[in-house]
């Protein structure tokens, strides 16, 4: 009983850090009214006013960025998912009809100096934030999946930065013709029957990127596109197993 009272302290903790007992307990009574307002309807009817309600709160409060937003989290209502360095803050929304294909609006929050900032961000599904040090400054590989129905879809990686007043797109993947902000991978269940390897097709880490190679019929080879970190950026090294 005493080892459950401690984790539910840290949590709280966690959960609270930077923020007074009076904001908590703000955000928490805000988390109540969107529950209260929302749950018995049907989630798919309703979707984009969740998102509004939550959005809406989130930006008229800064304190919201050291908020987790717990109850809603569990909800399914938002995914919420920090940077490593805690500098981002992503919030996902579903907004899709309930059918096999999906949809998501999906948000960052930072700051640049003193003023925050809480933009839209063009993204999929967020799933990895991989932070990276190029040039002396730290870039973003922030990964999604864009689910096209209940097979298809397409894995991403794009590569921000922290700009003097904005969040940047950061062109730190060369391949052979031009540089890229961005790397994508379609992907299709009908070569994956057990659905085990798509979380494979494109592999983000601090050193390396690798990339499925699929055939002109998107049939995946088991092979790589291989990006490796070089002093500007990862740069294309060619095909790997």
């Not at 294909?101 to 003193?114: C, F, I, L």
């Amino acid at each position: 009983m005493k080892n459950t009272y401690k984790l539910i302290v840290m949590i709280l903790i966690s959960t609270a850090s930077h923020l007074s007992f009076a904001n908590v307990q703000q955000f928490q009574q805000q988390e109540i009214q969107v529950l209260k307002k929302f749950k018995q309807q049907n989630f798919y009817e309703v979707n984009s006013d969740i998102e509004s309600a939550i959005v809406e709160i989130i930006s008229n409060d800064k304190n919201s960025f050291n908020y987790d937003f717990p109850a809603l989290v569990k909800q399914g209502y938002v995914h919420v998912q920090y940077s490593p360095d805690r500098k981002l803050k992503f919030y996902s929304f579903d907004v899709s009809g309930g059918g096999t294909m999906g949809e998501w609006d999906s948000y960052v929050q930072y700051y640049t100096g003193q003023t925050q900032h809480f933009d839209e961000f063009s993204s999929g599904w967020i799933n990895q934030i991989q932070p990276v040090r190029i040039q002396n400054k730290t870039v973003y590989l922030v990964r999604s999946y864009y689910k096209g129905d209940s097979c298809t879809g397409m894995h991403q990686v794009r590569a921000v930065e922290v700009g003097p007043k904005q969040l940047l797109k950061s062109y730190i993947f060369q391949n052979k013709q031009k540089k890229l902000d961005k790397i994508s991978v379609d992907y299709d269940c009908h070569y994956d029957i057990d659905r085990s390897a798509s979380q494979n097709y494109l592999k983000v880490g601090p050193k390396r990127v690798d990339v499925m190679l699929l055939n002109e019929q998107y049939y995946p080879q088991n092979k790589y596109l291989r990006y490796t970190l070089g002093l500007k950026g990862f740069i294309y090294q060619g095909v790997v197993k």
